[in-house]
T-cell receptor, first 112, second 116 residues
Framework: NAGVTQTPKFQVLKTGQSMTLQCAQD?????MYWYRQDPGMGLRLIYYSASEGTTDKGEVPNGYNVSRLNKREFSLRLESAAPSQTSVYFC???????????FGPGTRLTVL | AQSVAQPEDQVNVAEGNPLTVKCTYSVSGNPYLFWYVQYPNRGLQFLLKYITGDNLVKGSYGFEAEFNKSQTSFHLKKPSALVSDSALYFC??????????????FGSGTQLTVLP
């Protein structure tokens, strides 16, 4: 049981480049989330998917798109990266009920 | 809307002493409350949660937290701190009626340093 996995672990982009962050969970969870973590700001929700086939905006969605490919996978895409998107990105998932979220190890992204 | 405040960016405590990391929240109705810990260059690990029942919740690694409804607080505590407890701690809240979204709102985090 791998839990929540994320690829890549590290990435450096130039301004204007695009990339996709991958996330997968093997716990049969319905809901999945993408967060960004910046110093002193905690975790802020970018997008979430309450179930397969649905996605919704979170607190900071601008500059990002997501795809819930199937129940296991939830990807985050940066179409035209900007230095303000330099951050650590975490994927999480949750089972139904009053459960805690399970987090992946994170992707550290630097945009030059 | 829901919100979480962690009033201390940094908490220092000597090894063997008790520690407290503070958290207050604002939410409509009764909350679900969580504590997570983050070690350097790692993801968030779940420590404990309050759902209902006993106001004192026990979690992993000897941590506990006390839910105080009147003060809207959920402070994290440990009777005897270890150097290995040094990490970044996050408090999070979720409304019970958040439906299928089950969104968490996180505090800004408290860096705990346990001094040998």
């Amino acid at each position: 049981n791998a839990g929540v996995t994320q690829t890549p672990k590290f990435q450096v982009l130039k301004t204007g480049q695009s990339m996709t962050l991958q996330c997968a969970q093997d716990m049969n969870h319905n809901s999945m989330y993408w967060y960004r973590q910046d110093p002193g700001m905690g975790l802020r929700l970018i997008y979430y998917s309450a179930s397969e086939g649905t996605t919704d905006k979170g607190e900071v969605p601008n500059g990002y798109n997501v795809s819930r490919l199937n129940k296991r996978e939830f990807s985050l895409r940066l179409e035209s990266a900007a230095p303000s998107q330099t951050s650590v990105y975490f994927c999480a998932s949750i089972m139904d009920g009053p459960s805690e979220q399970f987090f992946g190890p994170g992707t550290r992204l630097t945009v030059l | 809307a829901q919100s979480v405040a962690q009033p201390e960016d940094q908490v220092n405590v000597a090894e063997g002493n008790p520690l407290t990391v503070k958290c207050t929240y604002s939410v409509s109705g009764n909350p679900y409350l969580f504590w997570y810990v983050q070690y350097p260059n790692r993801g968030l690990q779940f420590l404990l949660k309050y759902i209902t029942g006993d106001n004192l919740v026990k979690g992993s690694y000897g941590f506990e937290a006390e839910f105080n409804k009147s003060q809207t607080s959920f402070h994290l505590k440990k009777p005897s701190a270890l150097v290995s407890d040094s990490a970044l701690y996050f408090c999070a809240v979720r409304e019970r009626t958040s439906g299928s979204a089950r969104q968490l709102t996180f505090g800004s985090g408290t860096q705990l340093t346990v001094l040998p």
